[in-house]
């Protein structure tokens, strides 16, 4: 059974930090592109941050640019998300998805497993 599990969220103040982790079991993340979105209540979907493969390339949107950052652990079959300098508007539940693509995809019509979201709030 291919899973992605995220942990990690939770309740902060604007300013600070978290750190969002994405395990994924049965060698899933396996010559696999990595995302990760967010999804704001009344909101759609949108892109967060993407690594490839390798780790060699990393995408984030321009929300995220500056504050946010991508990263993987192959031996342990996880991604991760580095969150700095939270703002209340980050508050959304975020997923983590695998792509059957290697590359630094931005695009969620490319991402074929979806984690359940972890959820992330922001306080003023």
């Known amino acids: 059974q291919v899973q992605l599990v995220e942990s990690g969220g939770g309740l902060v103040q604007a300013g600070g930090s978290l750190r969002l982790s994405c395990a994924g079991t049965?060698?899933?993340?396996?010559?696999?592109?990595m995302g990760w979105f967010r999804q704001a209540p009344g909101k759609e979907r949108e892109f967060v941050a993407a690594i490839s493969w390798g780790g060699a390339y990393t995408s984030y949107a321009d929300s995220a640019k500056g504050r946010f950052t991508i990263s993987r652990d192959n031996a342990k079959d996880s991604v991760y998300l580095q969150m700095n300098s939270l703002k209340p508007e980050d508050t959304a539940v975020y997923y983590c998805?695998?792509?059957?693509?290697?590359?630094?995809?931005?695009?969620?019509?490319?991402?074929?497993?979806w984690g359940q979201g972890t959820q992330v709030t922001v306080s003023s």
């Open positions: 998805a695998a792509s059957d693509r290697m590359g630094a995809i931005t695009s969620q019509e490319e991402y074929k497993y």
């Open positions: 049965g060698r899933i993340l396996r010559n696999k592109g």
